[in-house]
């Protein structure tokens, strides 16, 4: 059964790192262009970052440029979300998706989706 796992959120405070996974199960992510989102509380579901499967393109929302970093390992079947000096508004609840599909298409294109995991940046 094909499943998207993340993992790596919590409670952190302004200005600390942490790291996203995005882990497969039942099927290869390297097949699949893989984009994270986040929704912040009383807000829409945002684009936050998106790798390509067909040449490993990356794409970021503004906010977030210079400080998150998307890869994959395919060994570890899993992409990964590098979030450096997280900030209040970065808080949400962070989900990642596949697409399979060339490029880094819109949000309503992704064809499956994690469960999500939660990120509150908060002194």
């Known amino acids: 059964q094909a499943r998207l796992v993340e993992s790596g959120g919590g409670l952190v405070q302004p200005g600390v790192s942490l790291r996203l996974s995005c882990a497969a199960s039942?099927?290869?992510?390297?097949?699949?262009?893989v984009g994270w989102f986040r929704q912040a509380p009383g807000k829409e579901r945002e684009d936050v970052s998106c790798?390509?499967?067909?040449?490993?393109?990356?794409k970021y929302e503004n906010s977030v440029k210079g400080r998150f970093t998307i890869s994959r390992d395919s060994a570890e079947n899993t992409v990964y979300l590098q979030m450096n000096s997280l900030k209040p508004e970065d808080t949400g609840v962070y989900y990642c998706?596949?697409?399979?599909?060339?490029?880094?298409?819109?949000?309503?294109?992704?064809?499956?989706w994690g469960q999500g995991t939660q990120i509150i940046v908060s002194s």
């Open positions: 998706a596949v697409y399979y599909g060339s490029g880094c298409p819109a949000e309503e294109e992704y064809d499956f």
């Open positions: 039942g099927f290869s992510l390297d097949r699949y262009t």
């Open positions: 790798i390509a499967r067909n040449d490993g393109s990356t």
